[in-house]
């Protein structure tokens, strides 16, 4: 059975920095915060690169309000990206399910760093994309 490791968002709603969570565990029993701070947000970034074309589904009332519009001080990024790693533990010999889950901000995604037995999914459409295909 495949896990899920590593979750990268880009320009996805509120996330407007490039974002990676790390899992190191069996999976996501919870995703806690206070109020206002994304956690649905990481729930639909999952729904959405692995497929979701309903703006409604993504809490939205069209396709480009998955984009990060921008506030007052920061500008929009023009564009989402999200990437899911997932890996099956017996052929990946790094996977540690008893470490602890973390969340790192970075400035940029860590160029070359995909794993032996980790397949990827990114979905990255710019801004004006085809809403009937949703990219």
Known sequence: MLKLKKLQILGFK???DRTELK?????????????????????DAISWVLGEQSAKTLRGSRMEDVIFA?????????MAEV???????EIYAGFDANAP?????????PGGTKE????????????????????
């Open 14 to 16: 509120s996330f407007c």
């Open 23 to 43: 899992f190191h565990g069996d999976g996501v029993a919870a995703i806690i915060g206070p109020n206002g701070c994304g956690k649905s947000n990481i729930a």
């Open 70 to 78: 921008g506030t007052r001080d920061r500008k929009p990024t023009g």
């Open 83 to 89: 990437s899911l790693t997932l890996i099956d533990p």
């Open 101 to 109: 889950t973390e969340i790192d901000i970075q400035d940029e995604m």
């Open 116 to 135: 032996e037995g980790a397949p990827s999914l990114s979905r990255r459409p710019l801004a004006g994309h085809n809403p009937a295909t949703g990219f």
